[in-house]
């Protein structure tokens, strides 16, 4: 058992499994994990070596691949803000970073994804518990990050879009999963998104341009089809009241390669939930065989 035990922090500590329905990114600890800072400098830490970080957590904000919300498996990434130290000022996110980096013990990029013009797809799932008494339109947002000149050794234009169904026209229910595709928004144009930095200051551009209006420089001619994405993210703050939900199954592809989709679960307990650990693991070692 203690072999079996010592496995199961070595695959935490690995983070992320490719299989092939995508990367299965799991806890840092065994029964799942949450990171969360009290104070108003945002914090993060890497989950395993997976290229995902719990980031910006700040003033009591909470996020962590655990059980609480599971969806597609054993787990998710949980989100929670509060009244912190900081009033409403609580945050928590979890980021897919191109060469995420500890600057000041939070993660930046220093790599990049691809272009702003060949992102081809962007979705993901997620949930509101209906205890939350934040705003009722408010849920766990997607963020495309960018720099705008595609220029990563200036830092004054990267920030990001980012996508709430508040200017989309949807509905924000509670207590269920709710699955967002950004490209089938505006008949294929994509949602509605605003931004944040970029060089141009908060949600310049208003909250009613098209993600397509961004890429092809209809609503600044700095940010166009030739910036840098940096990376995604997927978090809940600041500004919010309390909240609780999650977020999982996140996919993003690019021109001329394959859809990535993430999937957060949850490291078993000792016992039998890691014999099918131990039997994932067996498979993919034959597959890597088999090549």
Do not use: C
Not at 181 to 197: E, K, S, T
Not at 230 to 244: A, I, T
Not at 259 to 272: C, D, K, L
């Amino acid at each position: 058992m203690q072999g079996i035990v010592r496995l199961a922090w070595a695959w935490a500590a690995f983070g992320a499994v490719v299989t092939a329905q995508g990367a299965v990114v799991y806890s840092n600890g065994l029964g799942g994990d949450a990171f969360t800072n009290p104070t108003t400098v945002n914090l993060g830490q890497g989950v395993g070596g997976s290229g995902w970080y719990y980031n910006n957590v700040r003033n009591s904000g909470v996020v962590g691949i655990n059980g609480t919300y599971a969806r597609n498996g054993n787990g998710s990434a949980y989100l929670e803000t509060q009244f912190g130290p900081g009033g409403n000022s609580s945050k928590a996110d979890v980021e897919y970073l191109a060469g995420g980096t500890n600057v000041f013990s939070n993660f930046v990029a220093t790599g990049v994804l691809g272009r702003l013009g060949d992102l081809t797809s962007l979705s993901y799932e997620w949930y509101r518990d209906a205890v939350s008494t934040n705003s009722a339109v408010q849920h766990p947002v997607i963020r495309i990050l960018l720099d705008a000149d595609g220029d990563l050794s200036t830092t004054g234009d990267r920030g990001g879009l980012v996508f709430e169904r508040a200017y989309n026209g949807g509905v924000v229910p509670t207590n269920t999963w709710v699955f967002d595709d950004i490209f089938a928004y505006n008949g294929g144009l994509g949602a509605n998104v605003w931004n944040f930095g970029l060089g141009l200051g908060f949600a310049f551009g208003g909250y009613n341009n098209s993600l397509s209006n961004w890429t092809n420089g209809l609503v600044s001619s700095s940010v166009n089809a030739d910036s840098a994405v940096l990376g995604f993210s997927l978090g809940v703050g600041s500004g919010w009241g309390p909240f609780k939900g999650a977020v999982d199954t996140v996919t993003f592809g690019f021109v001329g390669s394959a859809v990535s989709e993430t999937n957060f679960e949850v490291v078993p307990e000792p016992g039998a939930g890691l014999l099918g650990l131990v039997g994932l693991l067996g498979l993919t070692l034959v597959r890597r065989s088999q090549r």
